[in-house]
C-alpha cells in the first residue's frame, strides 16, 4: 500500500470503527465486505472531500466499489488538477 | 430511573451530592467565554463515560443531547431490570423532551455552511439535530416499538414528557413507557441568547454561589446540561415482572399562562391551576403534600411568583411545607430539568432526605416560605410534588407518591 491508500484505509477506518484496520484490504468491497450503509457512506465522502479537498459527486460514488477504486478516484483527480 | 448531570453520572453520586448541598456550578469549559456577560454553567464532565451505553462508530454522530438520553436511558432501562427488546414491543413506548435538541451540531452546521459552502454541510446534521431521534435513538437501542415521540415545552419539557407518559400508561394504552428529558445547550448561541433576555446569572466571579433560588440576591438562573430517564410502567405489569416499585405517579397538571413569551403570568394563576389540577387528579388534600421540588430557577420573578403559586393552593399550609430548589446545585437542565428533579422527587420519598436550597443566604420578603435552606432535612415524605414552567408559559406539575 502507498500513502495514499493508507490515508483511505486510515478514513475508512475512523468511520467504520466496528470493523478491524487489518481486515480493510485494498480489494475490500465498502458496502458488501466492510458493511458500511448509507450513512457510513455520506459520513465517509464528507470526510474524504474535506481530507483531499475535492468533489466526488453522486454519479461517481455509485462507481466506487472498493477501497482500490476510492484511492484511484483520488489519484486521477489529483492529476487532472 | 437513569440521569447525568454536573453533579455526576447516575442516580446514586447525584443523590449524594444533591443531598450533601454540592455545586455543580463553575466555569465554562466547552467553548470560549471570556466575551459573554454570562461565563458560568453547570456543564457535565467528571465520570460521564458514554462508551459503557454507545458504541464507539454511533458516538461521533450523536450530539451531545443524545448521548445524554442514551447513557441516562441505559441506566435506566438497567435498574429497572427490563428485559430489552421487550416480548411485547407495541406496548412499550418513548417520550423525550428536550427544549433545543442539538443545538450545538447546529452552530457547527452554519460555520461549515459559511465556509465551507452547502456542499460540505455535515451528512449527519440533521439527525443530530432534531429532538425527536432522542427518544428514536433509545427505541432502538432497546426496541421498543410504541408511541414514540419527542416533547418540546422548554423548560417544562421533562415534566411535560413524564406527565404524557402518564397519561398513556394510566389510560391504559401502554403497559411501560420510558419518560424523561435531555438537553445540552452550554453552546455560545444559548448563552448569547438567554443572556440577551437577561434570564441568566452574571456572578462569574463566584459560579458555586450564583444559582440561588429565592434569595433576595438571586440574579437569574444558571444554564446547565444533562439527562433524566424514568421507567413508567402499569401497576399489573411491574408487579407481573416482579419489579421494584420507587413510587407511584398519581396526578399530572398542565397549563398554559396565555400571557407573555418569556414573563411568567404575575398573579401566578397559571403555575397554580397547574398544581391545583395535578392535585385534583391525584385526588390528594394538598395538606398531604410534604415536599415540594419547586421549578425554582433563581430569576427574580419565576421565584417570587411560584411562591405566590404555592400560598394560593396551600393557604396558611404553606408555610409548613419543606420546598426546595435542587438547581440551586444543578443549575437549570432545560428540557431535562423537570426529568431530573423528578428523580430527586422520588428519591426524597424513598429516602426520606429533603434536599436543601443552597445558597440561601439573603431573606427575601417576598420568598417567605420554607425552602430547606442550605442543609438538607430528615423528613418522612409520603406526597411529593414538581413544578416545571416554562418560557412560552407552559405549566406542568406532576404528583408523586410512595409505595408501601
Known amino acids: 500500500m502507498d500513502e495514499l491508500e493508507k490515508r483511505v484505509v486510515d478514513l475508512i477506518a475512523e468511520v467504520l470503527v466496528d470493523v478491524n484496520k487489518e481486515n480493510i484490504q485494498l480489494d475490500s468491497k465498502i458496502v458488501e465486505d466492510l458493511g458500511a450503509e448509507s450513512l457510513d457512506i455520506y459520513d465517509m465522502i464528507a470526510l474524504l472531500e474535506d481530507e483531499f479537498g475535492m468533489e466526488i459527486t453522486d454519479e461517481e460514488v455509485e462507481k466506487i466499489q472498493t477501497v482500490q477504486d476510492v484511492a484511484d478516484f483520488i489519484r486521477a483527480h489529483q492529476q487532472a488538477s | ?404
Not at chain 2, 446569572?201 to 454561589?209: A, E, Y
Not at chain 2, 397554580?272 to 433563581?298: F, K, Q
Open chain 2, 1 to 404: 430511573m437513569g440521569m447525568v448531570t454536573c453533579l455526576g453520572s447516575g442516580v446514586k453520586s447525584n443523590w449524594e451530592a444533591v443531598t450533601s448541598g454540592y455545586s455543580g456550578i463553575a466555569k465554562i469549559s466547552l467553548f470560549d467565554a471570556s466575551g459573554f456577560a454570562t461565563q458560568i454553567a453547570g456543564e457535565v464532565s467528571d465520570g460521564f463515560d458514554p462508551k459503557g451505553y454507545i458504541p464507539l462508530k454511533e458516538l461521533r454522530r450523536l450530539d451531545r443531547c443524545q448521548q445524554f438520553a442514551l447513557v441516562a436511558a441505559g441506566e435506566c432501562i438497567e435498574h429497572a431490570g427490563l428485559e430489552c427488546p421487550p416480548a411485547n414491543p407495541y406496548r412499550h413506548g418513548i417520550i423525550v423532551g428536550s427544549g433545543i435538541g442539538g443545538l450545538a451540531t447546529i452552530e457547527r452546521g452554519v460555520e461549515v455552511l459559511q465556509q465551507k459552502g452547502p456542499r460540505r454541510a455535515p451528512p449527519l446534521m440533521i439527525t443530530m439535530a432534531v429532538i425527536n431521534l432522542c427518544p428514536g435513538l433509545i427505541a432502538i437501542r432497546y426496541g421498543f416499538k410504541g408511541h414514540n415521540t419527542g416533547v418540546v415545552n422548554a423548560c417544562a419539557s421533562g415534566t411535560s414528557a413524564i406527565g404524557e407518559a402518564f397519561r398513556l400508561v394510566s389510560e391504559g394504552r401502554l403497559d411501560v413507557v420510558l419518560a424523561g428529558g435531555t438537553e445540552a445547550v452550554v453552546t455560545p448561541l444559548s448563552v448569547a441568547g438567554f443572556g440577551a433576555v437577561r434570564a441568566l446569572s452574571t456572578r462569574n466571579d463566584d459560579p458555586s454561589k450564583a444559582s440561588r433560588p429565592f434569595d433576595a440576591e438571586r440574579d437569574g438562573f444558571v444554564l446547565a446540561e444533562g439527562a433524566g430517564m424514568l421507567l413508567l410502567e402499569s401497576f399489573d405489569h411491574a408487579r407481573s415482572r416482579g419489579a421494584r416499585i420507587h413510587a407511584e405517579i398519581v396526578g399530572y397538571g398542565a397549563t398554559d399562562d396565555a400571557f407573555h413569551m418569556v414573563m411568567p403570568d404575575s398573579t401566578g394563576d397559571g403555575a397554580y391551576w397547574a398544581i391545583r389540577l395535578a392535585m385534583e387528579e391525584a385526588a390528594i388534600d394538598p395538606s398531604v403534600i410534604g415536599y415540594i421540588n419547586a421549578h425554582g430557577t433563581s430569576t427574580d420573578l419565576n421565584d417570587k411568583i411560584e411562591t405566590l403559586a404555592i400560598k394560593r393552593l396551600l393557604g396558611k399550609d404553606a408555610y409548613r411545607v419543606p420546598i426546595s430548589s435542587t438547581k440551586s446545585m444543578t443549575g437549570h437542565l432545560i428540557g431535562a430539568a423537570g426529568a431530573v428533579e423528578a428523580i430527586y422527587s422520588v428519591m426524597t420519598i424513598k429516602e426520606g432526605i429533603i434536599p436543601p436550597t443552597i445558597n440561601l443566604e439573603n431573606h427575601d420578603p417576598e420568598c417567605d416560605l420554607d425552602y430547606t435552606p442550605n442543609k438538607a432535612v430528615q423528613k418522612k415524605v409520603e406526597v411529593a410534588i414538581s413544578n416545571s414552567f416554562a418560557f412560552g408559559g407552559q405549566n406542568a406539575c406532576l404528583v408523586f407518591k410512595g409505595v408501601s
